[in-house]
């Protein structure tokens, strides 16, 4: 059985930064596809970045791009989001995802129908 635990988020300032940590248990997806999705209340859930396991190559939402990074540890299956200069409009819960897929198809990869498994949850507030 599949599961993804998400861990780190927080209540922070604006400006500050946070990692979130998302382990990986009941599979490896060496061949497939990770990424974080984030939603705010009364909002849809939202890509935020993805990471294609097998060469590392990422993939970012434009509101997050130069200040969001995502990376993995293959030896501890957890993909990572490293989060810096955080803004009020990033508060939301943030999702881990993963699927087996490898898709060089970037557009799909930034869809929640591409991922077949996903995390509880962990709340990133930011205060002004």
């Known amino acids: 059985q599949v599961q993804l635990v998400e861990s780190g988020g927080g209540l922070v300032q604006a400006g500050d930064s946070l990692r979130l940590s998302c382990a990986a248990s009941?599979?490896?997806?060496?061949?497939?596809?990770m990424g974080w999705f984030r939603q705010a209340p009364g909002k849809e859930r939202d890509f935020v970045a993805t990471i294609r396991w097998s060469d590392g190559n990422t993939a970012y939402a434009e509101s997050v791009k130069g200040r969001f990074t995502i990376s993995r540890d293959n030896a501890k299956n957890t993909v990572y989001l490293q989060m810096n200069s955080l803004k009020p409009e990033d508060t939301a819960v943030y999702y881990c995802?993963?699927?087996?897929?490898?898709?060089?198809?970037?557009?799909?990869?930034?869809?929640?129908?591409?991922?077949?498994?996903w995390g509880q949850g962990t709340q990133v507030t930011v205060s002004s």
């Open positions: 995802a993963a699927t087996k897929s490898g898709s060089t198809n970037w557009f799909v990869t930034t869809r929640r129908y591409f991922y077949d498994y």
């Open positions: 009941g599979s490896t997806f060496s061949s497939g596809t």
